[in-house]
């Protein structure tokens, strides 16, 4: 039986020539300029038109980018330049971006963070978004070793979830945050302990495509705030309401509304609040602003039939691609889109199966879906690789070679 894919993005179409063309240039030619397959390929026109869209739908509202989606240095330097913070997780995300943004524009988020990278990050300058009392006594401890003033922030976990996100991250016990009925005791004494207190940080999930979850969420959320703020006495400078925004990776999702967010987020702040009136609000984001840009692009090596079944061995697969193989915290694996990019205008031929180059049956890129016949040699191309490509994919398993990523177009 034929399983269906998940949407091509729009703006990916073939060139004159019957293939793939990212930002006017065929994949083939930017295989041979990165010097190889596998090749991670972004286009930076795509994290641009994303950006230009949260501007205009969520007017007044600052834009971080949430480094871990996708931490290529080109890619990295370009969004720093369009975005207003970057949020980072650890001590190698931190040094990313210190490579490309000022302190002030840096938060650093996540739980077990180390007394080494809590004064790294105080030394700096980098807000720390504190997860636990403890952590905010080490903090307390790092800045009084240092003689600065620490950034601070106090991760919230909200008494709600984020409905229908991929990822829970709030709600219920959680290793992320400081139950909010904790919060404001809690920002007392960052205060009284001589920390500069940026706010707060409430992050309820990841990858919905329901505005309705989330202007819900984001309702509960500047409610919260306000909440808090009066507990605590004190008006927090920043409110970082998360994000959480989905894109479509599967057959039948559909994208999010986001401009109907935006604008029921403008209502709601209209409407926010006295304690929240100087506040600064922000939404971080990674995977809907990189994850469409990304290409992941194989050779493939084998063609192969086993008892009737085709199989296209490419030389990429889940060392690269942990979540299009379906073992990043899928359930049941569903078909990323894929195509034979190097005959993307050609129709369906046959029914086939494209794995990676792993001894592993674990190792899928495409599981029963129909394709124009490709030969080895063709180049196979794996959508929706911008965000939670590489940088959450088990690069060393199997001692492959490293996959080449390329930025293009802006
Ligand atoms: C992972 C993460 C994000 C980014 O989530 P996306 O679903 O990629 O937008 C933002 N904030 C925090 C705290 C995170 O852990």
Request: charged share 20%; proline share 5%; glycine share 12%.
């Amino acid at each position: 039986m034929t399983k269906p894919m998940g949407p091509i993005p729009a703006r990916y179409a073939a060139g004159k020539d019957g293939t793939l063309h990212v930002a006017g240039r065929s994949v083939a030619a930017l295989v041979a300029e990165a010097g190889g397959t596998p090749l991670f390929v972004y286009d930076l026109a795509a994290v641009a038109a994303q950006i230009r869209r949260f501007r205009s739908a969520f007017p007044g509202v600052q834009l971080h980018y949430a480094i871990k989606a996708n931490s290529y240095a080109n890619l990295l330097s370009f969004i720093e330049s369009k975005v207003d913070g970057l949020d980072i997780a650890s001590a190698g995300e931190m040094e990313a971006a210190l490579a490309v943004a000022a302190a002030d524009r840096i938060s650093f988020a996540g739980p077990g963070k180390t007394d080494a990278e809590l004064e790294a990050a105080v030394r700096a300058g980098v807000t720390l978004n504190i997860e636990s009392e403890a952590e905010a006594e080490r903090a307390l401890a790092a800045a009084g070793r240092l003689g600065v003033t620490p950034r601070l922030a106090v991760r919230v976990n909200p008494d709600f979830e984020l409905r229908g996100s991929g990822m829970r991250m709030g709600g219920g016990a959680r290793p992320f945050g400081v139950d909010a009925e904790h919060v404001p005791a809690l920002v007392r004494r960052l205060r009284g302990g001589g920390a500069d207190w940026r706010g707060f940080h409430i992050f309820a999930g990841s990858q919905a495509l329901s505005a309705d979850a989330l202007i819900e969420a984001q309702r509960a959320t500047v409610a919260l705030a306000a909440e808090l703020a009066k507990a605590a006495g004190a008006p927090p400078r920043l409110v970082n309401l998360g994000g959480g925004f989905g894109i479509p990776y599967f057959h039948g999702e559909q994208p999010l509304d986001v401009e109907a967010v935006g604008a029921a987020l403008g209502k709601i702040l209209a409407a926010r609040p006295a304690i929240l009136a100087d506040s600064v609000f922000a939404i971080e984001l990674g995977r809907w602003l990189v994850g469409e840009a990304g290409v992941y692009v194989t050779r493939i090596v084998d063609r192969k039939v086993s008892r009737g079944k085709v199989f296209l061995v490419t030389d990429g697969g889940m060392h690269h691609q942990l979540a299009a193989s379906g073992n990043f915290g899928q359930v049941v694996r569903r078909n990323y889109p894929v195509a034979v990019a190097s005959r993307f205008a050609a129709g369906p031929d046959e029914r086939v199966s494209v794995v990676g180059c792993l001894c592993t049956p674990l190792d899928r890129l495409a599981d029963d879906v129909l394709m124009p016949r490709a030969e080895a040699g063709d180049l196979v191309a794996v959508f929706l690789a911008g965000a939670y490509g590489l940088s959450a994919s088990p690069q060393a398993f199997l001692g492959h070679p490293p996959a080449r990523e390329i930025a293009v177009g802006g």
